[in-house]
């Protein structure tokens, strides 16, 4: 009988008519998931289930494969399904708000999950408040620039005034740090920073980049954060380019990196020893660290187009020595070569694949003022 069910389901949910497209997706976009919720009627992969399971008043979750199913789940599952359960539980997702995929981590997509169907935060514009309504104050651990200390700091972002600042004292007038919101940027960095909620916040101070790194205890205070910091660049950005499109402006609210990890480098003159550090590869910056958790970097290299004469090579010139690492990478500027040394092949050709997406991008009229303050850079 259980073989039967399991058949039947897969079955009728495969090729019942209208489904076979939308519901052997999950709802976080991963290819033939093999769980569900039988309360909700929604396909989740193995990983999201375990988060439904956290709201098991709400969302009871079972195997497709695994476990028995009654007729009556089957035809739940028959006339629900994801595309029904999206529109009933997220019919006024603000624009600005970041929705996970299962390539995120887990804080995200727990908290993406709980908003939608524990809190219900998407069915009631006044539960929107905490990330929406252009300002918000607390306080968040962030780490020291010097000793690494995580200390309680007072943070404000205001929306009206384009900044997020902190301060040092929790009755300091004046703040440690002004961000800027047309600079700032958030991703959560959880095995980074060394805890499930931590973020780091970038900005550019004097056209440098510039780490905080940050966490509360509270899953959903960090997240409601990051959406407020998405809502303030979204109304900054719909202000700076009215005539751009929501779908254009999604990308630019926040980003991941492109890629970082350590790699060897050299000198300008090619003549130092190798030295291992941290890279980021931050869209067209590509940052070095002596540790990951660095409040500045110790330089930036900033990579072009190919149309503008960028290019990336693997290996290094012949005459090049001083490197530990084996797999070397030059990359070809208008005005000089910039060589790095990786550990293993797989990390060359991962650093290439990265650098060549970059490379093969067209450069956009404001990166040529970045490309020059780079050039004309002391």
């Known amino acids: 009988m259980f073989y039967c069910v399991c058949f039947f389901l897969l079955h009728r949910l495969k090729f019942v008519s ?190 440098s980049t510039r780490n905080i790194f940050v966490y509360h205890e509270d899953g959903k205070e960090m997240v409601d954060w990051f959406n407020a910091i998405r809502a303030a660049r979204f109304h900054y950005l719909q202000v700076a380019f009215p005539g751009a499109s929501i779908s254009d402006l999604l990308p630019k609210l926040t980003r991941n990196y492109i890629k970082e990890g350590y790699m060897q480098k050299t000198g300008p003159k090619h003549t130092e020893g190798f030295k291992k550090r941290w890279f980021t590869m931050d869209d067209r910056r590509l940052m070095y660290f002596k540790d990951p958790l660095d409040a500045y970097a110790r330089g930036e290299v900033f990579i072009g187009s190919k149309e503008n004469s960028y290019t990336v090579l693997a290996g290094l010139p012949s005459s090049i020595q001083g490197y530990h690492w084996q797999f070397g990478i030059t990359i070809v500027t208008p005005d000089r070569k910039f060589l790095f040394a990786c550990e293993t092949e797989e990390d060359q050709k991962s650093w290439i694949a990265a650098f060549q997406t970059v490379i093969n991008k067209p450069m956009l009229p404001q990166e040529y003022a970045v490309e020059a303050y780079f050039k004309h850079k002391p």
């Open 18 to 207: 209208g489904f076979c497209v939308r519901l052997f997706m999950s709802i976080c976009c991963i290819a033939d998931p093999e769980w569900a919720s039988y309360t909700l009627g929604v396909f989740v992969c193995h990983s999201c289930s375990a988060l439904h399971r956290n709201i098991a008043q709400i969302s009871k979750v079972k195997s497709l494969l695994l476990d028995p199913w009654s007729s009556s789940q089957v035809e739940f599952m028959d006339s629900a399904g994801n595309n029904a359960v999206k529109a009933k539980y997220e019919q006024l997702v603000p624009a600005f708000y970041y929705q996970p995929t299962y390539k995120d981590c887990m804080l995200l997509r727990e908290q993406w999950i709980r908003a939608k169907y524990e809190r219900e935060e998407f069915l009631c514009v006044a539960k929107q408040e905490p990330y929406s309504a252009g300002y918000r104050e607390g306080f968040l651990w962030k780490r020291g620039r010097d000793n690494g200390q995580y200390l309680s700091r007072k943070f404000i972002l205001s929306e009206r005034e384009g900044v997020l600042k902190y301060f040092n004292k929790h009755d300091a007038r004046e703040p440690k740090a002004i961000m800027k919101i047309n600079s700032v940027n958030a991703t959560f960095q959880p095995t980074k920073i060394g805890t499930a909620h931590g973020l780091q916040i970038t900005y550019l101070k004097d056209n």
